[in-house]
């Protein structure tokens, strides 16, 4: 922190005292009375070519008399001689005065040490702001191309390396020659396994959805609530289009793992067996609460996660029980009794890329259908509901990748990795790979998934370390359900600022 | 090996665009603006004349109709009608303080955490063509200027002097080590 700020103060003032440009004025003797009283210096050119340059000088009132202390030089400007000098100014030729004003160039070099410094304090108040997550996927979509996919999110050591299926909705490819855009754009090492796009033929007029098993549903019909009540009141704005407007709500004071209720109901149900779309990501809790805990591991945070791959499903029984307590986005249905009962769950790990799954819902002829969708407050952003009839589950087509370039170049050791997967592909930060998949001919007709498996590896920072707390690491770990509550004053400060900061950061390229 | 992030490759084409000013004045003779103040020599002239000659030197006096320069030896008296292009260098630009704070800052971006992915080639970006345009930011050329504007930076404003004798005047002596 103190050499953080020791270089802002460093940078800022030699941003303040970086370059400058000389203003010189030339006055005429007759105009004597004219000088620039605030330029410490002037020189007075004689006609024989001698010059006084003089410091501490003045020019009477009515600029007939010159005094000053300073050289006098000759046409040669070797030293004549120096002192207090008071001379006539009509025995003056010309006189000169010199400013010296900041360059233009030191504004852009301040801004910049500005901006630097905003920055580094934004980061030093909230240093888990500064973060990024897990391989972020790009796609062509209808206006350019756009964040789709982050892939395995929570397998943050390679003992929960896993396999993740994420919908590329908004993706539009261009033709059968697609590609996604793979980057890492975090302080992390990610390692992966394999990357395969896959390609699901869609219904007339329809989507098609995974569900949390895996399965890929044809959905036609689909219908938006006629009602969303959440506890800030109507909330179908925010819930009927795939817009990028999204419902969230604030974490609970008290306890990070309160959970809230929103009542959908849908007047118009389509025939048949039917499921409830949703689409969403989270907030930046769960990322939040990753980074506290190996804050708290502090400079035993690889001991830890080495004893994840030795301690084997305890271990990551233990490690997984945070996720578990703090939850999914739980869709409910009413029974005959009226009682409201789990129908399925979904919800992915990670705020970036919003996670799109189908919950098929037991059938009945009440209208109009009612779902409750329970969730921790907080911690999820709803960007679409929508219920649907569903088909039968359809057989996927997998495209392995057919290039991979790498800073402009093909890479054919990235490829040999993403497609023979005896050896994983491993990216750095700031690393950016093209990977290009081969679509059928009729590829408008297919829905396009991205199946990615492997883990990654956060950086640990230097500023985390002063956290370092082994009790509040095993709380998180044994207890985090007190931890949760323990943690919630702290997060609830830098709740608001969070999001204002990583979103305005730019830090994903949306 | 890592191949050139593409950012990189970006900052490399932009230095190569916005190049920097020069001039053919020896080490030392430009001082920096605050010493401009206290010394009483001319700025460093160079004459493209008809004809493809050059002469450059120190910008001794000059006025609508001639240039006098004083070059490593001698005082050469150029008339204006035969300099096709002349630039003035008036002071040293400084340019080396902001290639050091534009290097200090994108060092301090290790304090900007992940965020240095975009402050560190902004750095790069904006203190280059700070720098650029500071190079720059002493010079007067002619045209677009007029000879008679350029006499502020010789060493005698006033015009050459009756007394002295071009014969007499020596270079400015190269600054002590």
């Known amino acids: 922190m103190a050499a953080r700020v020791v270089t802002m103060v460093v940078v800022v003032a030699l941003a303040l005292g970086c370059a400058h440009r000389l203003d010189r004025t030339l006055v005429s003797p007759r105009d004597a009375k004219t000088l620039d009283a605030k330029a410490p210096y002037l020189k007075a050119h004689l006609r024989s070519g001698y010059v006084y340059v003089l410091a501490d000088w003045h020019a009477d009132s ?94 943050i050591a390679p003992a929960l390396e896993a396999t993740d299926l994420d919908m590329l909705y908004r993706a539009r490819p261009r033709g059968a020659a697609f590609e996604l855009h793979l980057t890492n754009e975090a302080l992390e090492t990610h390692v992966i396994r394999f990357a395969d796009v896959i390609a699901v033929p869609r219904p007339a007029g329809g989507r098609v959805f995974v569900t949390p098993d895996g399965e890929f549903r044809p959905a036609t019909g689909l219908e938006s609530p006629s009602r969303c009540d959440a506890a800030e009141g109507d909330c179908r704005a925010a819930v009927q289009g795939f817009d990028r407007v999204e419902r969230y709500s604030a974490a609970d004071s008290v306890d990070l793992a309160a959970r809230e209720t929103i009542d959908l109901e849908f007047a118009e149900v389509p025939e048949g067996e039917v499921g409830l779309v949703v689409a969403s990501r989270q907030t930046l809790m769960t990322t939040y609460l990753i980074y506290q805990s190996l804050a708290y591991l502090g400079t035993q945070a690889t001991t830890w996660l080495a004893r994840l791959e030795t301690g084997g499903p305890v271990a990551r029984g233990f490690a997984g029980e945070l996720g578990r307590v703090l939850g999914r986005i739980e869709v409910l249905v009413p029974d005959s009794m009226g009682e409201w009962r789990v129908a399925g769950s979904v919800g992915e790990i990670g705020p970036i890329a919003v996670d799109t799954k189908v919950v098929p819902l037991p059938a009945t002829a009440a209208k109009p259908y009612r779902v409750r969708l329970r969730l921790t407050r907080g911690l999820w952003r709803l960007e679409y509901v929508a219920i649907a009839a569903l088909g039968d589950a359809v057989e996927p087509v997998r495209l392995r990748p057919e290039s991979v370039r790498h800073a402009g170049r093909a890479d054919a050791a990235a490829l040999r990795a993403l497609r023979e997967r005896e050896q994983p592909l491993v990216t750095l930060p700031g690393d950016e790979y093209e990977i290009g998949y081969q679509l059928p001919a009729d590829y408008g007709r297919y829905e396009l998934f991205l199946e990615a498996r492997g883990y990654y590896l956060e950086w640990l920072r230097r500023e985390w370390l002063p956290e370092e707390n082994a009790a509040a690491a095993v709380q998180l770990v044994l207890q985090p359900r007190d931890a949760l509550r323990a943690l919630a004053p702290a997060y609830k400060r830098q709740e608001a600022g969070m999001e204002h900061i990583f979103w305005n950061s730019r830090y994903a390229r949306h | 090996m890592r191949a050139t992030r ?172």
Not at chain 1, 101 to 119: D, F, L
Not at chain 2, 56 to 69: F, H, N, P, R
């Open chain 1, 62 to 155: 009515g600029g007939g008399v010159i005094r000053g202390r300073g050289r006098l030089l000759d046409a040669n400007r070797a030293l004549v001689d120096s002192g207090e000098f008071r001379f006539p100014a009509d025995s003056v030729a010309l006189f000169e005065t010199n400013v010296v004003r900041p360059s233009g160039a030191n504004a852009a070099i301040s801004v910049m040490a500005g901006v630097t410094a905003t920055v580094a304090a934004i980061c030093a108040l909230s240093p888990k702001t500064c973060f990024g997550s897990c391989p972020t996927f790009y796609a062509p979509d209808s206006g350019g191309a756009s964040l789709q996919a982050e892939a395995f999110s929570a397998s």
């Open chain 2, 6 to 177: 593409p950012w990189a490759v970006g900052v490399g084409l932009g230095l190569a665009l916005v190049a920097c000013a020069g001039n053919t004045a020896p080490a030392g003779f430009l001082v920096t603006p605050r010493l401009a103040q206290t010394e009483a020599y001319g700025g460093w002239v160079e004459l493209l004349v008809t004809g493809g000659a050059r002469v450059d030197g120190e910008l001794i006096a000059v006025t609508a109709d001639s240039v006098w320069v004083l070059g490593r030896t001698a005082v050469t008296v150029v008339p204006v009608a035969s300099v096709r292009q002349g630039k003035l260098t008036t002071t040293n630009a400084e340019v080396g303080n902001i290639v050091g704070a534009t290097g200090l800052g994108v060092l301090s971006t290790i304090s900007n955490g992940i965020l240095l992915i975009f402050t560190a080639p902004l750095w790069i970006i904006v203190g280059t063509a700070a720098g650029s345009s500071q190079s720059y930011a002493p010079e007067r050329r002619v045209p677009p200027l007029h000879w008679a504007e350029l006499n502020g930076f010789a060493r005698f404003p006033q015009g050459l002097p009756d007394g002295v004798s071009l014969a007499s005047l020596r270079p400015k002596p190269p600054p002590r080590r």
